[in-house]
């Protein structure tokens, strides 16, 4: 009975700690699993998944007398990780792997992302103050691209299109610029058409109200910095400070260091 415990409680600690490698690689550069909307969904999804996986160890191996217990219990948390693979390749269905078939562990999963997605979303935002001036969105956008760029490799920056991120907001914000200037609508019309970013069809609409315009595109703008730290956030640079509002733009060294 006591050998059956502790081969039991053996079995379901080993799944645990399998289950929670396989779910951060699962869950690699989209967000933190144990992040503080997401923790308690990552940790029910290892619950659920560990408990399964000791379950069908012990009684798969009742069955087969073959293989230890805690095989089965390390490699079944694996299909956390496999079936996050094969989600990647929606046009390879008929070769997919199921998911772990265990209790509504499908819906957990899903609720995870979405607890991810909530906490990227609320760390990006606390980086943006909303009452920013034009020329300290500005810097902003400049001070965060150059601390994330001065963490990432040349072939990240070119992969992520960071410079690109950079460009638009400027592009934006220069056609903000130009409108709260009070130049004539022909002059803001040009400027307008001079990057492809404020070309889009979307704007014309307001061509006849340059504030209305202007509101837009700051707006977009803000949203493109989101993007921007979106990316920090997607390789774990969390302690990125925020920028202190300041036009001068802090030096990248006072930033925290990476985890």
């Not at 690699?28 to 069908?56: C, D, I, K, Q, Y």
Request: aromatic share 8%; with cysteine.
């Amino acid at each position: 009975m006591a050998d059956g415990l502790l081969g039991f409680g053996t079995t379901f600690a080993l799944a645990w700690v399998s289950a929670g490698v396989f779910l951060a690689l699962r869950c690699h550069r989209e967000g933190r699993p144990f992040g503080p909307s997401s923790r308690w969904w990552a940790l029910a999804a290892m619950v659920v998944t560990s408990a399964t996986s000791t379950g069908a160890a012990f009684a798969g191996v009742a069955l087969m007398r073959v293989v230890p217990p805690f095989v089965v219990g390390v490699v079944v948390p694996s299909g956390l990780w496999l079936g996050k693979i094969e989600r990647q390749r929606p046009e390879n269905r008929r070769g997919r792997l199921p998911e772990v078939p265990t209790l509504g562990l499908a819906l957990l999963l899903d609720r995870l992302h979405q607890a991810m997605a909530d906490d990227r979303l609320t760390w990006c935002e606390a980086r943006v103050e909303q009452m920013w001036r034009l020329d300290q969105l500005l810097a902003a956008a400049r001070y965060y691209h150059a601390a994330v760029k001065e963490r990432l490799p040349p072939s990240e920056r070119r992969r992520v299109r960071l410079d690109a991120r950079l460009k638009a907001i400027e592009d934006r914000l220069d056609v903000v610029r130009i409108i709260e200037n009070g130049a004539s609508a022909a002059k803001v019309h040009n400027a307008l058409s001079a990057a492809r970013v404020t070309r889009e069809r979307r704007y014309d609409r307001y061509r006849n109200d340059l504030m209305r315009l202007a509101a837009v595109l700051r707006h977009d703008a803000e949203q493109d910095l989101i993007r921007l730290l979106t990316v920090a956030y997607r390789f774990r640079f969390y302690r990125l400070k925020s920028f202190a509002g300041t036009t001068s733009e802090p030096s990248a060294a006072n930033l925290g260091p990476h985890p």
